[in-house]
């Protein structure tokens, strides 16, 4: 009962604030972060429960096929947590980087994102899924095009270009998968797909899977990224960095694992994975300019990394995937907030004027170097129990194919720490061209470390988050379970 | 290269559906679900319009959604257009006569209608997105027909978030009282009656003044010239 | 039933076809929108025939009319109603930001938009 509000309280927060607004403008800025952190206490609390049963809420009352369920099991949670962690760190810092006006849409947009992401990964309805994702979607194109700026509103069109395209892809195959099947329901679709013709199940899969691939920024659908990402701003970043192309990814694996079962698709995912991870890391790799862009890119490469190790098939891949999906968005989330600010000191984007910021800022360079460092996949941080995670996933395959392509991510790794490292050299050994410096205010050196620290304590000691990452995976992998605590439920 | 790669890729969309769609054929029986909401409907949710009872009471959870999507979509425009110039927008040409004199008469009547039309919602066609934007098309009148005519934006924001804060907050009681969110708490009342169906009609006229609002802000932010 | 029954089809995947073309193809940002609503239209009323079922009437009960038996499939209908407003938003979203766009460039033409690589 109570796992229903984690998706009200978010909608009713956004649609407070601009009454709110009227009366006090401080307190309708606060109101994101109160509500994200109310839901990161639900779904705190939640958690035991979700961790021996998966929780199914019907919404409005009938039995799910007929109403629209939420599923809050341990993947569902587990998302939901780190997506109202950092939506919440982000709303913090929000309140604090923000200068320009509407500063009131800026924070009922970034509520409404997060609103659509929670939606997303709690809900049990393919439609369903389709509503939240435009929620998300529509929030992140204005979101992107926020500076109102020459690059802002061009990212954010073409942003909104390739995205509606998507949208209608995926409103395709659900009309394609109704049709065929008669259902919304995504366990009673995974009942009945065997029923289904294969040819217009292929071609269903398809269309669902382009669909959100562009939000998951797969290679080749992730020609916006590069421009959303970076013209964003930074906070904006975060968010469109650590929870948006996560929720697309999410969304990817909900559909091949739950609703598809067939073992054909999933190569085709890990190559395209692997494809994806290759070539964002290079594009990366060639960005001597821009620190966005260059991040940009390396979470295009990461996503590939992420995509491959669900194209495992496996659980142990799955595992993995949500492993390094979690200390993904952990150091990407910490790296965009903390080079925001840096761009703001310094008043450029461009990788030479950070020359020495390290030694100007030295909290904030140690946090970024903790966040770069796990990002390669160093001991101790969690991007390396991840990266350990996937490679260990692939060679559990025993396959050649896999072990090649486990070669491969250890190549792109590789590429990773060249142009990683390099920034970590311009940033604390090169000639500081700036004087003073002033450290971060309190509102943004906080979620900072928060995330800073999250990540040092889950490298170190990764039995935090590995047995409820084993459950999640399970219940992705484990098919039968999902459709009977769907249809067995009320 | 462009128009190639554009060649190929709407091919293969064409032979994808064609394909697809050969397997559902056109016009056939293939209901599932949907049998169960055509008998349930009436009793289940009291609205004799089964579109409106799957829609504001089956899968009320979509229609928060869509709601939500406006109301980002609205933000999302409102925001671009905060302090564009003030010369930016061309004047609108001074309407004729009786453009503005047929503006300001239409006016209520069109009001009027939106608001039969969600309010009706669960007996007849129609429902709260179409009554919303039928409201909003009254508008778009007067600033087609009134020059220099100006929206009031605090009004609209004051409906926006108190019409959303209701929707929820009627879910949220439907939590309390029936132990699921947006559950129905009110009685049904007998069919085919205004004061029918719990909370569907209530709801409907929700969404309906919503949506008409945020209609409305959008049309204002376009035109500009208003004050934030 | 008979000859006429896959047009509808036709018609909307036409339509989605065209849309993508001219999302393709045209270099206007006022036409590319144009297209992604086209697009959306056609997706719409794919969504609409699947659930079109011959010789019935609208999934509304009415004293005259009680037969749920004759009616056809509502579930696509109320799907539809979403994604119509769903889609309209986004089109009032994308001109918001075409005349965004406009006010920078002075240009709708996505060739000469090119602060960033399209």
Known sequence: MVAALLVALPFLGAFLIPLVGMGSKRIAYSIPAIVLLADLGIALSLLPQALRAPIVVSISGWAPPLSINLYVGPLGLGLAILISLLGFLVAVYGMGYIHAEPKEKYHMLVLTLITGAIGMVLTGDIFNLFVFFEILSLSSYALTGYNRDRTGTEAAVKYLIQGSIGSAFILIGIALLYGALGTLNMADLAARITAGDPMTMFLALSFLLVGFGIEAAISPLNAWLPDAHSSAPSSVSAILSGIAIETGAYAVARIVYTVFPGQGIMFVLAIIGIVTLLMGEMAAFHQHDDVKRMLAYSSIGQMGLIVFAFGMASQAGAFAALFQLVSHTLAKGLLFLAVGYMIYRVGSRRISAFAGLGRRMPMTGTMVAIAVLSLIGVPPFTGFMSKLAVVRAGLMQHSAVYTGMVVLVLVATMIEVGYLLRFLQVLFFAVPETDEVAELPLSAALPIAILAALIIAIGIYPQMITGLLHQAAAGLVERAAYIKSVLGAL | ?228 | MNAGDPMVYAGAVGLILIGLFTVITRRNLIKIIIGLTLLDGGVNLLLVAVGYIQGRTAPIITPAHPDTARMVDPIPQALVLTAIVIGLGVTALGLGLAIRVYGHYNTLDTRKIRGLKW
């Open chain 2, 1 to 228: 290269m462009r128009a190639f790669i554009g060649f190929v890729a709407l091919s293969l969309i064409a032979v994808g559906l064609a394909l697809a769609l050969y397997h559902i054929p056109f016009g056939q029986d293939r209901m599932d679900v949907a049998r169960d909401y055509l008998a349930r409907s009436v009793r289940d949710t009291g609205a004799p319009n089964v579109v409106t009872g799957i829609v504001v009471n089956y899968r009320a959870l979509d229609t928060l959604g869509e709601v939500t999507v406006l109301f980002s979509a609205s933000l999302g425009v409102g925001m671009l257009m905060t302090w564009r110039s003030p010369g930016g927008g061309r004047p609108l040409p001074g309407a004729s006569l009786i453009v503005r004199r047929g503006a300001g008469f239409l006016f209520p009547f069109i009001l009027l209608f939106g608001g039969y039309i969600f309010v009706h919602g669960h007996l007849t066609p129609g429902g709260g997105f179409q009554g919303g934007a039928v409201i909003a098309s009254a508008f778009l009148l007067l600033y087609l027909g009134i020059p220099g005519y100006l929206l009031a934006r605090r009004p609209l924001a004051a409906i926006e978030s108190l019409t959303g804060i209701t929707f929820v907050a009627i879910g949220i009681i439907g939590l309390a009282v029936g132990g699921y969110f947006l559950n129905n708490f009110l009685p049904k009342g007998s069919v085919f009656s205004l004061f029918s169906a719990g909370v569907i009609p209530i709801l409907y006229m929700v969404i309906g003044l919503k949506v008409g609002a945020e209609l409305a802000g959008v049309v204002a932010n376009m035109i500009g010239g208003g004050e934030e």
